[in-house]
């Protein structure tokens, strides 16, 4: 009995190392990925900053730097949206939810930035890429969350295989961000999801990927 006793002692103390080791590695683990975010979310700071630059800059742009200011805006195409594929990821990760909130909406207002640019280059430059913005809710009601996630995958599609031909500019119009909320008014934003293409076509609600694509064929002619 006093041996069962022992080994009984002994492999309580054993269970209790081995959990309290997993709990160590664990917060460990937290605290890396948290600063890895920590850090992503400085550099999306920085280039929000970066972006209101531009912005100012194009508004005054010679026709002659019309070739690199589009090929800059390009590049800053593919930047935002990896960008986004990160936010998502990390927004995966329930208890970070609320610390996103306003790196969200700094990442938001890139976005808008970024349209803004692209905008002022279209009609300086005569661009021929696509501008394709997608309204979206971040806190969605239960019905429309899955129309917005089939959307956003549709879109996502579209957007490999257009490239740098279409300007993707996902926006969440229900993070009360003043600059989104004049976008809305302007463009009678009511509903998501929603698409506007080339701030002259409005889809309400879920579009399939052959009707969206006829749409994008037919503004690049």
């Known amino acids: 009995m006093a041996r069962f006793g ?23 683990l937290e ?51 990896n960008e986004g594929l990160k936010i998502e990821k990390y927004e995966r990760v329930s208890f970070l939810t609320n610390d996103l909130e306003l790196e969200k909406k700094k990442y938001a207002l890139l976005k808008v930035e970024f349209w803004l640019n692209s905008i002022v280059l279209k009609e300086k430059c005569k661009a021929k890429y696509i501008n394709l913005v997608y309204f979206f809710a971040n806190d969605p009601a239960f019905e429309v969350k899955s ?3 089939t959307q956003a995958e549709i879109l996502k599609d579209l957007k490999e295989k257009y490239g740098k031909d279409l300007m993707l500019i996902p926006l969440p119009i229900d ?6 909320n004049v976008m809305k008014g302007t463009y009678d934003i009511s ?24 749409l994008i064929k037919n503004e690049q002619l």
């Open 6 to 28: 022992d080994l009984f002692w002994k492999a309580l103390v054993l269970t209790v190392v081995v959990f309290l080791l997993g709990v160590f590695l664990g917060f460990a």
């Open 31 to 81: 605290r890396n990925r948290i600063g890895n975010i920590e850090r992503e979310f400085q550099r999306i700071d920085l280039q929000w900053n970066d972006a209101k630059l531009q912005t100012l800059y194009y508004q005054n742009l010679e026709p002659r730097f019309c070739g690199f200011a589009i090929r800059e805006n390009l590049g800053f195409a593919d930047l935002v949206y």
């Open 147 to 149: 129309e917005q996630d």
């Open 175 to 180: 993070m009360d961000i003043s600059m989104i």
């Open 191 to 214: 509903k998501t999801p929603t698409i506007l293409i080339n701030e002259k076509i409005k889809l309400d609600g879920l579009q399939g990927f052959d009707e969206l694509e006829l």
